[in-house]
């Protein structure tokens, strides 16, 4: 593991494109933001921040735990071409007095393509999302029509290129 790598080091968000099935996928699981509330109901792929000294893989599996009660299998990171922007500020909660997004800079995101593994008691949006939903892929570019977050528009080109329009 570099030091790049590290959540003290980059600032850096993980997310996964959570596939019903790896090999031959036909829905991607698309969760809904419940805030801040410009962007409450836009979609995000699910993850979150790297903690210090935690591995990005690491981080994914806890995120997706803590936020949806979802464990994943991961299967190859997704490459995603452009650097990513995420702006948005540290520790940003439903409770928090935070200033709105866009406020911070400088975050990496790294990305990888999941089949679920389990679903746990929450199974379900939890604080972090209004609403889960298992978007079809047929065909992959109707993704692009969602209202997704702008930070992870080039995440949905790469999944759309990687999967095959
Ligand atoms: N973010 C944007 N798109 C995503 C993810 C997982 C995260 N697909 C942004 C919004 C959050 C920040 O990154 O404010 C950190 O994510 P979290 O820890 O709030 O889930
Ligand atoms: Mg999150």
């Known amino acids: 593991m570099s030091d790049s790598d590290t959540g003290r080091a980059s600032r850096?968000?993980?997310?996964?494109?959570?596939?019903?099935h790896l090999a031959h996928p036909t829905t991607l699981l698309c969760a809904a933001r419940s805030y801040p509330p410009e962007h409450a109901g836009q979609f995000e792929l699910p993850g979150g921040k790297v903690e210090p000294a935690e591995r990005p893989e690491q981080a994914l599996a806890r995120e997706l735990d803590e936020e949806i009660g979802l464990g994943v299998r991961l299967g190859p990171e997704l490459v995603v071409p452009r650097q990513l922007a995420v702006a948005a500020p540290p520790n940003s909660g439903p409770g928090d007095d935070a200033p709105a997004w866009?406020?911070?800079h400088g975050f990496r995101m790294r990305v990888w393509l999941a089949e679920p593994a389990y679903l746990g008691e929450r199974g379900r949006a939890g604080g972090d999302h209004q609403?889960?939903?298992w978007v079809r892929l047929?065909?992959?570019d109707q993704l692009r029509r969602l209202p997704w977050l702008e930070a992870d528009l080039p995440i949905i080109d790469a999944l759309v290129g990687a999967?095959?329009?």
Do not use: K, Q
């Open 12 to 20: 850096l968000v993980v997310a996964a494109a959570v596939l019903d």
């Open 163 to 165: 999967l095959g329009r």
């Open 138 to 140: 047929d065909p992959p």
């Open 102 to 104: 866009p406020a911070m």
């Open 131 to 133: 609403r889960l939903e």
